[in-house]
């Protein structure tokens, strides 16, 4: 099993950058794939960017694609979000999220089987 904890959101304005950590603890956390989603108010969770487990293959959501970064560190067991040229449109609640298909590096909600608890973005106009 694995436990996630995300960390770095805040508010930012327009054109501005944030960088969110996710640590995650338990075992084997180097065979997990591992993603970032995010859920504005009243709509549906979604896909942003996912890596594998090796870090070899990253996936980007559209929206982000050229803007945001996945990372991550196995050694620390750390996942993380770079994000550049934040956008109003951005603000969500991201969350950290873990697979146990260690070679996915995108999918639904529904393909992943940790989370964490979120972290709150708020980029202003």
């Known amino acids: 099993q694995v436990q996630l904890v995300e960390s770095g959101g805040g508010f930012v304005q327009a054109g501005g950058s944030l960088r969110l950590a996710c640590a995650a603890s338990?075992?084997?956390?180097?065979?997990?794939?591992m993603a970032w989603f995010r859920q504005a108010p009243g709509k549906e969770r979604e896909f942003v960017a996912g890596?594998?487990?090796?870090?070899?293959?990253?996936y980007y959501a559209d929206s982000v694609k050229g803007r945001f970064t996945i990372s991550r560190d196995n050694a620390k067991k750390m996942v993380y979000l770079q994000m550049n040229s934040l956008k109003p449109e951005d603000t969500a609640v991201y969350y950290c999220?873990?697979?146990?298909?260690?070679?996915?590096?995108?999918?639904?909600?529904?393909?992943?089987?940790?989370w964490g608890q979120g972290t709150q973005v708020t980029v202003s106009s």
């Open positions: 999220a873990a697979s146990f298909s260690h070679s996915r590096n995108r999918g639904t909600r529904y393909d992943y089987d940790y």
């Open positions: 338990g075992r084997s956390f180097s065979s997990y794939a």
């Open positions: 890596i594998t487990w090796s870090g070899g293959s990253t």
